[in-house]
């Protein structure tokens, strides 16, 4: 696994945390299914991008009404967009 696949897998793992489960992280991982249509909710959107800000001290741009950020590969594109680069 790289890093890309390791940060996929964390956020694949919020997805189920913040669904209480409702959502597996394997689901969460296919990378044609939205989170909404997976289940996840506006509520459950919030409580991810809550969680990830947290955990990665980040604040993640949902300007867009959060349209950008419809799959896991999404959240990861833009959260690595945040992230400081690693030598």
């Known amino acids: 696994m790289n890093a890309d ?13 913040v669904t209480d489960g409702a959502v597996t992280a394997d689901d969460a991982l296919d990378a044609t299914a939205s989170l909404v249509a997976l289940g996840v909710d506006s509520l459950g959107l919030l409580r991810l991008i809550d969680a990830i800000e947290t955990e990665y001290d980040v604040e ?3 300007s867009a009404g959060g349209h ?7 959240l990861a594109a833009q959260l690595t967009a945040h992230l400081p680069a690693t030598p």
């Open 5 to 17: 696949d390791d940060l996929r897998r964390r956020l694949a793992d919020l997805v189920h945390e």
């Open 60 to 62: 993640l741009d949902l």
């Open 68 to 74: 950008s950020l419809t799959t896991v590969d999404d």
